[in-house]
Antibody, heavy 119, light 108 residues
Framework: EVQLVESGGGLVQPGGSLRLSCAAS????????MNWVRQAPGKGLEWVSY????????YYADSVKGRFTISRDNAKNSLYLQMNSLRAEDTAVYYC????????????WGQGTLVTVSS | EIVMTQSPATLSVSPGERATLSCRAS??????LAWYQQKPGQAPRLLIY???TRATGIPARFSGSGSGTEFTLTISSLQSEDFAVYYC??????????FGQGTKLEIK
């Protein structure tokens, strides 16, 4: 069974940092492209970042570029999101999502981890 | 950036009836469009990709159509578990991947 489990969320002050993790199981993690998608409270979905299966290709949304860093450790079946210089508008539930092999759409999602940026 | 616009924002339909949800792209996305369902407190669930291909395990009452800039998600006979928020997402021209703002499907 495919499972994605996020962790690392919490309350952080503006300007602070947080590192999210996503533990993958039930599939060959190293073969799949992965993404982070977020959802502010009561709002819609916003794509945040993408990483290729090898980690060689990375993309970010403009809203987080220069502040967030996506990475993966295929030996540990884990995906990460390092978030620096956090702002109130980064408050959201952060989901990790696995891409389909044949399309850039998320076929499996974690349950999400809540990040709250507030003083 | 491609802007995705969904309509209506809220759709009220009775169980057993058909629901038709629309998604429009600001420029052509070919058939590179996905639909997701999200229930309160849950992660999104992939329903459709490639505009019309059902994802694994998705019931046949869900169907997608369209190409270019106009897309439709149809639920042929609404079940109680179908009342949720639905999002479209384009992946033709990215980054960024962009989502519509969502359509809330509620019980009439």
């Amino acid at each position: 069974e495919v499972q994605l489990v996020e962790s690392g969320g919490g309350l952080v002050q503006p300007g602070g940092s947080l590192r999210l993790s996503c533990a993958a199981s039930g599939f060959t993690f190293s073969s799949y492209e992965m993404n982070w998608v977020r959802q502010a409270p009561g709002k819609g979905l916003e794509w945040v970042s993408y990483i290729s299966s090898s980690g060689s290709t990375i993309y970010y949304a403009d809203s987080v570029k220069g502040r967030f860093t996506i990475s993966r450790d295929n030996a540990k079946n884990s995906l990460y999101l390092q978030m620096n210089s956090l702002r109130a508008e980064d408050t959201a539930v952060y989901y990790c999502a696995r891409d389909l092999v044949i399309a850039a759409a998320g076929d499996y999602w974690g349950q999400g981890t809540l990040v709250t940026v507030s003083s | 950036e491609i802007v995705m616009t969904q309509s209506p924002a809220t759709l009220s339909v009775s169980p057993g009836e058909r629901a038709t949800l629309s998604c429009r792209a600001s420029q052509s996305v070919s058939s590179n469009l996905a639909w997701y369902q999200q229930k309160p407190g849950q992660a999104p669930r992939l329903l459709i990709y490639g505009a019309s291909t059902r994802a694994t395990g998705i019931p046949a009452r869900f169907s997608g159509s369209g190409s270019g800039t106009e897309f439709t998600l149809t639920i042929s006979s609404l079940q109680s578990e179908d009342f949720a928020v639905y999002y479209c997402q384009q992946y033709n021209n990215w980054p960024p991947r962009t989502f519509g703002q969502g359509t809330k499907l509620e019980i009439k």
